[in-house]
């Protein structure tokens, strides 16, 4: 539909405001950054964020800061003593994902149009006809028409360039989570899933930052890799929209395992699915527990698969009554 083709509300002044309002996230270069296209910038993007947060915490692991102690999960000795998989070996695994992840992506990973590229006008102008009669639906003929009249081109705004992108990303996040909850669970309730693919996870009993993607290849591929490719296909995210969403949850998931529960973390402040939640996994009595990943808890808490520390505690008590 071209940009003349629009609802009767949308005047000559309506869409001026369109036309020359924009976001402040918004950019109308082609490339986010000048020297490389955005379909291999989000590929790269996240690799930077991932070893970059991690050096963050490592640097904290190794640093001597008393004032730390307290926020510890785990102390040093522990850490050395309980974990299964050499530093070395962990660096290796991670490499080798990021590796795949971004040979794959390179496949997968459309060059699609960005910034003034995109026909913004002409996508909300579309845009305006359901708006129109989803107005008319809620408000009435009369008071639709003269709402849209007065406040069309905000609403329309607003709907284009903030409701639909946080809901493409929020859905992002949800197919995310929902599929690895799913296939996690399975890793851990069948015997064979376990042994043969996430136990190497799992020789981490001690988390840390950059052994957050310490995984078996294919469990790495098909957990991470694939979940994330799906949420960028099924949300229908634009290659800026992938980019946020995959550096949102690289972030994440090093922070789940950061082995720091830390009151002033946004990302430990966002979710109750933060690395004290995600420690509990990593222990012997939380391992058939909490295997939402990396944003929300809602699967663990409705299908009951949710430990809390009060529950661990209350878990000890019962035990200590029963051994009396």
């Given at each position: 539909?071209?940009?003349?083709?629009?609802?009767?509300?949308l005047d000559?002044?309506?869409?001026?405001?369109?036309?020359t309002h924009?976001?402040?996230?918004?950019?109308?270069?082609?490339?986010?950054?000048?020297?490389?296209?955005?379909?291999?910038?989000?590929?790269?993007?996240?690799?930077?964020?991932?070893?970059?947060?991690?050096?963050?915490?490592?640097?904290?692991?190794?640093?001597?800061?008393?004032?730390?102690?307290?926020?510890?999960?785990?102390?040093?000795?522990?850490?050395?003593?309980?974990?299964?998989?050499?530093?070395?070996?962990?660096?290796?695994?991670?490499?080798?994902?990021?590796?795949?992840?971004?040979?794959?992506?390179?496949?997968?990973?459309?060059?699609?149009?960005?910034?003034?590229?995109?026909?913004?006008?002409?996508?909300?102008?579309?845009?305006?006809?359901?708006?129109?009669r989803a107005?008319?639906?809620?408000?009435?003929?009369?008071?639709?028409?003269?709402?849209?009249?007065?406040?069309?081109?905000?609403?329309?705004?607003?709907?284009?360039?903030?409701?639909?992108?946080?809901?493409?990303?929020?859905?992002?996040?949800?197919?995310?989570?929902?599929?690895?909850?799913?296939?996690?669970?399975?890793?851990?309730?069948?015997?064979?899933?376990?042994?043969?693919?996430?136990?190497?996870?799992?020789?981490?009993?001690?988390?840390?930052?950059?052994?957050?993607?310490?995984?078996?290849?294919?469990?790495?591929?098909?957990?991470?890799?694939?979940?994330?490719?799906?949420?960028?296909?099924?949300?229908?995210?634009?290659?800026?929209?992938?980019?946020?969403?995959?550096?949102?949850?690289?972030?994440?998931?090093?922070?789940?395992?950061?082995?720091?529960?830390?009151?002033?973390?946004?990302?430990?402040?966002?979710?109750?699915?933060?690395?004290?939640?995600?420690?509990?996994?990593?222990?012997?009595?939380?391992?058939?527990?909490?295997?939402?990943?990396?944003?929300?808890?809602?699967?663990?808490?409705?299908?009951?698969?949710?430990?809390?520390?009060?529950?661990?505690?209350?878990?000890?008590?019962?035990?200590?009554?029963?051994?009396?």
């Open positions: 539909m071209n940009a003349t083709a629009a609802p009767a509300f000559a002044t309506q869409r001026h405001y369109l036309a924009t976001p402040v996230y918004y950019t109308p270069n082609a490339a986010v950054v000048s020297w490389l296209s955005d379909n291999l910038f989000v590929l790269a993007l996240p690799v930077v964020a991932y070893w970059t947060l991690s050096l963050v915490f490592h640097l904290l692991d190794i640093s001597e800061w008393k004032a730390l102690d307290r926020y510890r999960l785990h102390d040093s000795e522990e850490l050395r003593s309980r974990n299964r998989a050499t530093r070395a070996e962990v660096l290796w695994a991670v490499i080798l994902q990021h590796a795949v992840q971004t040979v794959l992506g390179y496949w997968w990973i459309e060059d699609k149009p960005s910034g003034a590229q995109v026909d913004h006008l002409a996508n909300m102008i579309h845009l305006a006809w359901p708006l129109a107005a008319k639906w809620v408000l009435g003929e009369d008071a639709a028409s003269n709402f849209l009249a007065s406040e069309g081109a905000h609403v329309l705004y607003a709907v284009y360039w903030w409701a639909i992108p946080v809901a493409k990303f929020l859905l992002g996040m949800f197919i995310i989570d929902t599929w690895q909850y799913f296939l996690h669970r399975a890793m851990h309730m069948n015997t064979y899933l376990y042994k043969k693919f996430h136990s190497t996870h799992h020789r981490l009993y001690v988390p840390y930052a950059y052994g957050a993607l310490y995984n078996h290849p294919f469990e790495g591929f098909l957990l991470d890799t694939v979940g994330a490719g799906l949420a960028e296909w099924i949300a229908q995210l634009s290659t800026r929209e992938a980019m946020l969403l995959f550096v949102v949850s690289t972030l994440k998931t090093v922070d789940d395992h950061c082995g720091y529960k830390l009151p002033w973390d946004p990302l430990q402040l966002i979710s109750s699915n933060n690395a004290d939640y995600h420690d509990i996994h990593h222990q012997v009595i939380g391992i058939k527990s909490n295997f939402s990943q990396p944003f929300f808890i809602h699967w663990d808490s409705i299908l009951g698969t949710r430990m809390t520390r009060k529950d661990i505690e209350l878990r000890r008590q019962q035990q200590k009554l029963k051994s009396s």
